[in-house]
């Protein structure tokens, strides 16, 4: 059974009172939400102020990103083990802006995956497509590259330890979704990759879909049968759409919803 996780990626926005005033807000919209894993991503400078207004709260604290070294002459850079200290669960590596505006690798990708599970950090790996890829029918073939390299030599001791974002570049701030037919096929096929590298594991291995997640159309996307939660970026940085989103509704026999409360 995988319990569905809602990330909300604030990217660079808020100063701390802001960060703190959005929590405040979420806090009394989804104290009742049961059943499903929320995290919240703030910027640095925010993470240690939200790690302390969400003691007692249903919703975790990830880091947007985060070096592979352990410390030293890094100039700029934050270690997992500051991320812990500030109150991380979770950390995103590999987001497809890491990528193209700070040159990101998947090498690189691969050390932080490592790196976050060593330390006890849950790597939130981000794959995906740009659309020139999509258009020249290489969707499939670009996943697999991203996804084999950062998870080469990885290991993990529970599925829970891992989870993976499928967010096609194009419909990310775009306003662009895939459709839930385009999301869960690529799903299906990112399951199979993690199959072939973690066996049964990857059966319970969460796997996101981010682009564009909004109220309108989460229920949809979550119907998918491989689709277990969302990267939410634009929607996250208001209350009442982030809360809607958390609350997204699967119909009843659309998929085994048990769990799910
Ligand atoms: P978006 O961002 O929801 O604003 O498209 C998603 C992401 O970048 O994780």
């Avoid at 809360?243 to 048990?258: L, Q």
Wanted: proline share 4%.
């Amino acid at each position: 059974m995988r319990k569905p996780v809602i990330v909300g990626n604030w990217k660079m926005n808020y100063t701390i009172p802001d960060a703190l005033e959005l929590v405040k807000r979420l806090k009394m919209m989804v104290s009742e939400v049961k059943g499903r894993e929320i995290v919240l991503a703030p910027p640095f400078t925010a993470l240690s102020s939200v790690s302390k207004a969400l003691v007692g709260s249903n919703m975790t604290l990830a880091a947007q990103n985060f070096y592979w070294e352990d410390k030293g002459a890094f100039t700029g850079e934050v270690s997992a083990e500051m991320l812990l200290d500030a109150g991380c669960d979770y950390v995103i590596a590999g987001h497809s802006e890491r990528r193209q505006l700070f040159a990101e690798t998947d090498e690189g990708v691969n050390r932080k995956v490592r790196l976050a599970l060593s330390s006890g950090l849950i790597p939130v790996v981000c794959v995906g497509e740009t659309l020139a890829e999509r258009e020249s029918g290489e969707t499939f073939s670009v996943i697999e590259r991203q996804l084999t390299t950062s998870l080469r030599t990885v290991n993990i001791s529970i599925p829970e330890d891992l989870v993976i974002a499928y967010e096609p570049v194009w419909a990310i701030g775009t306003g662009k979704t895939a459709t839930p037919g385009q999301a869960q096929e690529v799903h299906s096929y990112i399951r199979g990759l993690l199959k072939k590298i973690f066996n049964d594991a990857a059966d319970d291995i969460r796997i996101l879909y981010g682009g564009s997640v909004k109220p309108e159309n989460i229920d949809e996307l979550m119907t998918e049968p491989d689709i277990d939660g969302a990267l939410v970026g634009g929607a996250s940085l208001k209350a009442d759409l982030f809360a809607r989103i958390v609350k997204f509704k699967v119909p009843e026999m659309a998929k085994d919803t048990e769990h799910y409360l």
